[in-house]
Each structure stands twice: as structure tokens, then as C-alpha cells.
């Protein structure tokens, strides 16, 4: 099986090499890149299958790069910064970030984000069935079953849990959610928003002051896995 390529924008040598020590043990292929520029030039000419991407490039915001990345490149970019304010973080999930991680980071968080960003983007040939641990989402028929039995779901409830599917471990920004989900005018009713959510984990969640499935992300948005 072909490696995974991993290409890590970051102006920090010694962030760059920790990471690739760490990367290239778990059997990743890595590609280097100091400046926002030379990111976007290596991802332009052989496109990696996974992005980490620094916010505080010498050259460009990390978040200009990161919309001049989402133009055309679709797989994930996960963002590793030391800025862990509320504002740049749902920036960055806005304009199209998969995950998110402050630095100092744990390693094996991690590479666990990266295992489930990485699997995900190999696996979006669009599956009419979407899995998640006990539950099962039909996606032509919009039949939802949790171990087997079928859940019955407003036609809201459904489409809420059906972006959350599609989107599977990464973070949805109360904003996008709002806005994809009621539509523009809806976008600070984030309210409304935890009422919905609410409500779906107590038909989807076997514990719902517990969930295990729609996990909420303080003051950002939720993660479904």
C-alpha cells in the first residue's frame, strides 16, 4: 500500500523536524515547506494527501494560504498554531480547515487526527450509506437506524444529521451549520442551534448528557465521529 504524503508548511525548523521524525515513523511520507509560498508551490505541482499548515508564515498569513489552497485543493488541511483564540480558530474552520491544533500539540492526538482526516479523504466516493459506529445513515432512502432500528427523525433533525455524517470528524462551526442548515439569516441564532442539537442526541445518543457521536467543541462548534 502506497504511503500517505504529509506536506508540512511551518517556518520553525524544529517544529518541521519533530514532525517529521514523528510522521515518517508512523509510515507517512513527508514533504517540507518554510514559507507560504514554496507551500503552495509544492501542493500545486504533486498534491499531498494531507496538509499541516502554521498560521504564522514570514511570507503570507497561514490563513491566506489556506484560502488560496481551498480553491482547488480538496483534501484535508489541518492547522497547528499557537494562536488559540476563538476568532482565528473559527476563521480557520470556516475557510475550509479540517481540524484544528494549538501548539504545543500532543503527538498522539495528532496522528490520530491525521489517521481519521486521511481515511475519510480516501473513502468520499460518496457511499449512499454512511456508518458511524451504532449508527447507520441512508442517504437516498433518508432512513436513519441506530443498532439496527430504524430512528425517526423531522425532516430538519435529518438534514442536521446528515451534514454532520458527511462531514464525520471534522469541526462544524456553530455559523456553518446555521447558515447551511435555516440559512443566512439564521447565523447568530446559535440558540436555536443547541435546542436542535438537543434534541438529535437524544434519539441518536444511548447517553445524551454523554454523547459519544455529535461532541460539542466550547464556544466553536460541534464534531461528529
Known sequence: MNKAEILIIDDEPQIRKLLQINLESNDYKVVQASTGKEGLMLSASHPPDLIL?????????????????REWYNRPIII????????????ALDNGATDYLTKPFRTGELLARIRSAVKRSQNTENSPIISCGDIEIDLVARIVKRNNEAIKLTSTEYNLLALFAKNEGKVLTHQYLLKE??????????????????TLRKKIEE?????????????VGYRFQ
Open 53 to 69: 499548515l502554521d498560521i504564522g508564515l514570514p511570507d503570507k498569513s497561514g490563513h491566506e494560504i489556506l484560502k488560496e489552497l
Open 207 to 219: 447517553n445524551p448528557n454523554n454523547p459519544q457521536h455529535i461532541i460539542t467543541e466550547s464556544g
Open 181 to 198: 442548515i435555516w440559512g443566512y439569516s439564521y447565523q447568530t441564532e446559535t440558540q436555536y442551534l443547541r435546542v436542535f442539537v438537543g
Open 80 to 91: 497547528l498554531s499557537v494562536q488559540d483564540n476563538e476568532t482565528d480558530i473559527v476563521s
